[in-house]
């Protein structure tokens, strides 16, 4: 992965050493399982609705399938989230648009285990590094539910700022719920530059 230039991150008093992101791989199916039934009710109330399929290894296996495929075509950045080289959670750049756009969304979550510890901070600031650098893209944007703090705090350390309230954005855990969006710009924008100076990104 190729580093941001720039000033040194403000994110350095709690870098995570042991914090990794790498791809999905359909090899990933048995410990997500094992993770996402163990995080069930944890995840809940900020996760789409699943049925229980999803957290058999086989629902895995077909929700990989699926990834590993939008990956392949540039539409999607699906990332697990390692600790230690384990597999604490997952983080995804989806929607990649291109064009005039160069935009995604990022989402993640972290296992109940490993969280307060910095991880998604840092699994966030990873990320931003694939999505401005590797893959060229100008802007980044991510929904949160107006009552997850901790989600957004993790945006705000990582330079998001809040554009404003989708009303009845989302339907999870058995209701319509208001969202905050937030976005982030490459730290290459000039205004102009329609893609960084120091990549090709394709599409
Ligand atoms: C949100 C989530 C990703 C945070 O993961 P994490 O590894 O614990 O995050 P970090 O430790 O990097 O940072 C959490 C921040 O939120 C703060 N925080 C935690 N709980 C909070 C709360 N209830 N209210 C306000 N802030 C809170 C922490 O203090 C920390 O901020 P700080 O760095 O200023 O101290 C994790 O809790 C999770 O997966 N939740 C369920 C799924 C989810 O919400 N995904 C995001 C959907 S948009």
Redesign the pocket.
């Known amino acids: 992965m190729t580093a941001l230039a720039g000033p040194p991150s403000p994110l350095n008093d709690?870098l995570q050493p042991g914090v990794r992101l790498r791809v999905v791989q359909m090899a990933d199916a048995e410990a997500l399982a094992a993770l996402c039934e163990a995080n069930r009710d944890?995840?809940r109330p900020?996760?789409p609705e699943r049925d229980d399929a999803y957290f058999t290894v086989e629902g895995q296996r077909d929700n990989l399938h699926a990834l590993v495929e939008a990956y392949a075509v540039g539409e999607m950045w699906p990332g697990v989230i390692l600790v230690d080289g384990d597999i604490a959670?997952r983080i995804t750049l989806n929607n990649v648009l291109r064009g005039p756009l160069q935009s995604c969304f990022v989402?993640?979550?972290?296992a109940r285990a490993?969280?307060?510890?910095?991880?998604?901070?840092?699994a966030l600031r990873q990320v931003l590094d694939v999505a401005f650098t590797d893959l060229g893209l100008h802007r980044v944007e991510?929904?949160?539910?107006v009552d997850?703090?901790?989600?957004q705090?993790?945006l705000e350390?990582n330079g998001f700022t809040a554009v404003g309230t989708a009303r009845r954005h989302i339907h999870v855990d058995g209701r319509w719920h208001d969202e905050r969006l937030f976005e982030r710009l490459a730290p290459w924008d000039d205004g102009i530059a329609l893609a960084p100076p120091f990549s090709n990104p394709s599409g």
């Open positions: 709690r944890h995840l900020w996760e959670g989402g993640y979550w972290v490993h969280t307060g510890r910095g991880v998604a901070t840092e991510a929904f949160t539910r997850n703090h901790a989600s705090r993790v350390r």
